[in-house]
């Protein structure tokens, strides 16, 4: 792939849910980068950081030559226009759209997850922050991840989302990772058949989840 030079600006790895989401795409389909680290939870000093980089004042932030994108959905429709190559997207328009709605579902959802379960990928707290609303949260996210493995999972051709790894499968993955933090009940949340646990395993393992979370731990000082 040819492209200008290109920095990610992201967050410490332990907490940065919406940093992993380009930065695993990209990793996932072997774009250079410069990774440009901002830590967080430290007041105006992050403030300070976040808006050096990009109006927003927040992270992540994709520097394309010099075209600055920021907002992880943004970043990964931005590199699924200007990559063709790298598949970010299913071809079938089908598909593609359903990968679009269940990605902007959680862009914009899940309120009662993101508050009670905070990514935290290098600990193990099983039961933390189990609430109604929280179990809510997490059913949906299993009726949709079991939709999308029912519709697309077989003819996509691999075992992500839509088959083939895509951007709903980066937009996804911090809350596989909160819900190997938190490890609710799934069966009990309705993934009566393990789909849910089956995606979430196949996410887990991916090389690039792994390098993040040991990138996470040598940041923890772990
Ligand atoms: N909707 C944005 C949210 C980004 C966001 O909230 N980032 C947090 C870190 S994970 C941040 O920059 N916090 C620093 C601050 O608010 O000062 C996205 O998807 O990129």
């Known amino acids: 792939m040819h492209t200008p030079p290109l920095q990610l600006v992201i967050g410490d790895k332990n907490w940065s849910s919406w940093s992993l989401r380009p930065w695993l795409a990209m990793k996932k389909v072997g774009l250079a980068f410069e990774e440009v680290d901002v830590t967080l ?18 992270v992540p932030v994709l520097k394309w030559g010099s075209e600055v994108v920021w907002d992880s959905l943004a970043i990964l429709e931005t590199l699924a226009d200007r990559l063709p190559e790298a598949n970010l997207w299913p071809d079938d328009p089908q598909a593609r759209a359903h990968g679009r709605a269940i990605s902007a579902e959680m862009h914009s959802g899940f309120t009662a997850l993101r508050r009670d379960m905070p990514m935290d990928c290098i600990h193990h707290r099983p039961g933390e922050g189990m609430n109604e609303a929280v179990g809510e949260d997490i059913s ?17 051709g691999g ?23 938190y490890a609710p009940d799934l069966a009990a ?11 979430m395993d196949t996410v887990s393992s991916m090389p ?3 390098e993040w979370v040991l990138a996470a731990r040598a940041q923890m000082g772990r």
């Open 159 to 181: 075992p992500y989302l839509l088959g083939a790894f895509s951007i709903a499968d980066a937009m996804f993955a911090p809350v596989v990772s909160r819900l190997e933090t």
């Open 189 to 199: 949340l309705g993934d009566r058949d393990g789909q849910a646990k089956a995606y």
């Open 208 to 210: 690039e989840m792994r």
């Open 140 to 156: 949906r996210i299993i009726s949709i991840w079991t939709e999308a493995r029912g519709r697309y999972g077989e003819t996509g």
């Open 41 to 58: 939870r430290a007041g105006a000093e992050t403030k300070a950081q976040c808006l050096s980089h990009s109006p927003a004042g927040k």
